[in-house]
């Protein structure tokens, strides 16, 4: 058996009437930049969010540093960002001149520690990036709170959190700004780079719409120092055909993690925490255990490949070596990265390989 961390073949060949229909449209119709499919995608992702406006970009990264933009951060600004999280969420901050601070993330959820956040904040705070890492939703109200209290901005980071819901509210409805990557492998995933930021907020809808136009609200108008990121056709003909299957995509996720949760309880293995009353959507599952690396090999052995979300904290990457963080700084980012392990986590994942993925990550345990 083989058990793939991801197929994304699987899926298209499971559109592919659909999908090749809407590419050729496209080709057809010869508009590669613009036009109704992008809007179309705009107009229906925001509605499935439950935001007014959805600006479509490059991918995830260039929306971060949008939506930091338009909040005017940059050069004597500090933003507060977790350890642990893809780079993105924190190098944005840095090229728009802030200062990015990172702050623990919490020890089952793995996402930002609002009372790590509190300590953080100076001064110079002027926002916090919330990471809804793997799919669960951060803990909003306690970040809100403090948003509220400290005068502060919330970007939240959407990249792999589709459809996760906090309380029952969609991510991505919380902070000022949400931005999200549609990243080939992520829950709602486009066949190359694109991205969007969400906002209710038409000043900031106006703003960044200029923004990723070259700064023109009109052609050859140019109002703004801009720049050049936008949704390209293609990729909002593709994100139109699969925009209507991610609910059932996520349902099947979540009943995978269920699955795995049933096949593992007796194990030694750290299973995921879900709160109740959220909706984790399942971009990754990730156990914790000791003696990862040796498992990771022995799976791969076994034709079973893993992953890990993410194996160095930022604070300890060189990027980010020149604030001389040590591993105390933040101790559950710096336990994570040596613990954990992302299992295969796709829609199509079947009930025969996550049985075989568990089978042989018990094997190991008790051996
Ligand atoms: C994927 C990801 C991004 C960046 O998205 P790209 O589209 O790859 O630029 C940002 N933040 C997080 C948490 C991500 O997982």
Redesign the pocket.
């Known amino acids: 058996m083989q058990v793939p961390f991801v197929d994304l073949n699987i899926q298209y060949q499971s559109l592919k009437k659909e999908m090749d229909q809407a590419v050729i449209d496209v080709l057809e119709q010869s508009v590669f930049c613009g036009g109704e499919a992008v809007s179309r995608f705009e107009r229906e992702f925001a509605e499935f969010i439950g935001s007014r406006y959805a600006m479509g970009c490059?991918?995830?990264?260039?929306?971060?540093e949008m939506a930091l933009e338009v909040l005017q951060i940059g050069k004597g600004d500090e933003v507060i960002v977790p350890a642990m999280?893809?780079?993105?969420?924190a190098s944005?901050v840095s090229r728009t001149g802030a200062q990015v601070v990172f702050a623990d993330v919490l020890e089952d959820e793995f996402t930002l520690d609002p009372a790590d956040v509190e300590r953080k904040i100076t001064a110079k705070t002027k926002a916090i990036i919330p990471?809804?890492?793997h799919g669960r939703p951060a803990r909003m109200d306690q970040l809100l709170s403090l948003a509220e209290s400290y005068q502060l901005k919330i970007i939240e980071?959407c990249?792999?959190s589709h459809g996760a819901k906090y309380q029952g509210q969609m991510c991505g409805t919380f902070g000022d700004l949400a931005?999200f990557?549609?990243?080939p492998g992520?829950n709602l995933g486009a066949y190359g780079?694109?991205?969007a930021v969400l906002t209710n907020n038409e000043k900031l809808a106006a703003e960044l719409r200029m923004l990723g136009n070259h700064g023109q609200p009109e052609k050859h108008h140019h109002l703004r120092i801009g720049r050049n990121s936008n949704l390209d056709t293609l990729q909002a003909a593709v994100l139109n055909v699969k925009l209507p299957y991610l609910e059932q995509w996520t349902e099947k996720r979540i009943q995978h993690a269920h699955t795995y949760q049933n096949l593992l309880k007796d194990s030694r293995v750290k299973l995921p925490f879900v709160p109740m009353e959220n909706r984790h959507v399942f971009?990754v599952y990730a156990v914790r255990l000791h003696k990862r690396n040796q498992v990771a090999r022995y799976l791969a052995d076994k034709n079973i490949i893993t992953n890990i979300?993410y194996p160095t904290a930022l604070p300890f990457t060189e990027a980010y070596a020149e604030l001389h963080h040590t591993p105390s700084d933040f101790p559950v980012a710096s336990a994570l990265q040596h613990q954990w392990l992302s299992l295969p986590m796709y829609p199509e994942l079947t009930n025969e390989q996550m049985e075989y993925v568990c089978r042989h990550l018990m094997e190991f345990l008790v051996s």
Request: charged share 10%; no cysteine.
């Open positions: 490059g991918n995830g990264t260039d929306a971060l999280t893809w780079i993105s969420t944005a990471v809804h890492l980071d990249a792999q931005t990557s549609f990243y992520k780079h694109a991205g971009h979300h």
